[in-house]
């Protein structure tokens, strides 16, 4: 065979190696195009689940129901006829006559269980699903309720002062001087104080209900109401919504900080909506209508 011949077989070799490798490399490319076209339907399909899954609301499985008990309408005599060195801004006089309509309040304060379902996180030192959740602001109660709400399709809402201080009085005309007891030496049996709490909270419903079959309304944590803080009308009133003007919102009940003599269900306390510590929680209410 001449040169040229060897040439020219050479060269075809070479070609179909060339052709070779050029197929063998497109079919490895479509392998791979077709490996990662898998791959990123596989992870996209793993991450809508993530997204679902991470979208599931801890509240899907957490039984939201709030157990409310009814309280019956009718008049009281709120507030009291001591001044009160110890009522921060506003004391509790004059006493005047309030009438309510039926409405609903919670049977206990609001727990760090349900709390958590709502909101996610939990800034309670004391952590436990049972106790009341604290370190709450007024402004955060109104970030729950309205989660809350849109969970369940209700309207829960913090109970006025007015009906704080009846329904933890028994509902009557001439309430009692603690929730569950006028008796002094008695309140430890209703109430989380600081003669038996230990210097923290504790579990709500595990001392006596007052008549109402409301737990810890003295005691335990101190509860936001809805109303601004402001001084006592003198005449009666209907319904009342609280102060118009001012700033702080009210607080009720007591703590497990205070002593019995700090506990009478009319004191009021009062603080800036966005302030919070390790005494204050807060109960729910609802209309009856």
């Known amino acids: 065979m001449t040169n ?26 479509q392998g791979l195009e077709l490996q990662k076209e898998q791959f990123n339907t596989n992870l996209n399909g ?37 001044p009160r060195p110890d009522t921060p801004y506003y004391s509790d006089m004059p006493k005047h006559k309030v009438t309510l309509d039926d409405f609903y309040m919670a049977e206990t304060e609001v727990t760090q269980a349900l709390w958590k379902a ?49 329904a933890a009085g028994g509902a009557v005309l001439h309430g009692s001087k603690f929730a569950g007891t006028s008796n002094d030496a008695e309140l430890k049996d209703y109430a989380w104080i600081y003669e038996n709490a230990g210097g923290k ?15 810890d309304m003295t005691g335990n944590v101190w509860e936001w109401c809805s109303d601004i803080l402001g001084a006592y009308p003198s005449t009666p009133q209907l319904n009342p919504k609280g102060s118009t003007d001012g700033y702080r919102r009210v607080s009720r009940g007591g703590s497990w900080l ?20 390790n005494r204050y929680g807060f109960r729910l209410a609802m209309d009856a209508k």
């Open 46 to 82: 793993e991450s809508k689940l993530g997204k679902r899954r991470s979208g599931i609301n801890k509240s899907n499985s957490f039984d939201l129901n709030v157990k409310l008990v009814r309280i019956k309408g009718g008049d009281f005599i709120m507030g009291d006829t001591n």
């Open 258 to 277: 205070n002593a019995v003599v700090s506990q009478n269900l009319t004191l009021r306390g009062g603080y800036a909506p966005e302030s919070s510590n």
């Open 201 to 215: 909270p504790h579990a709500v419903a595990t001392k006596k209900p007052n008549a109402l079959g409301l737990y």
């Open 4 to 29: 040229i011949e060897n040439k020219m077989i050479m060269m075809k070799k070479v070609k179909f190696i060339l052709i070779g490798c050029f197929a063998f490399t497109h079919l490895f490319s």
């Open 118 to 166: 709502i909101m996610n996180y939990n800034l309670s030192y004391y952590k436990g699903d049972s106790l009341p959740v604290y370190y709450i602001s007024w402004n955060e109660t109104q970030k729950f309720i309205a989660k809350l709400n849109q969970c369940t399709g209700k309207n829960y809402r913090l109970p006025t002062e007015a009906e704080w201080e009846y």
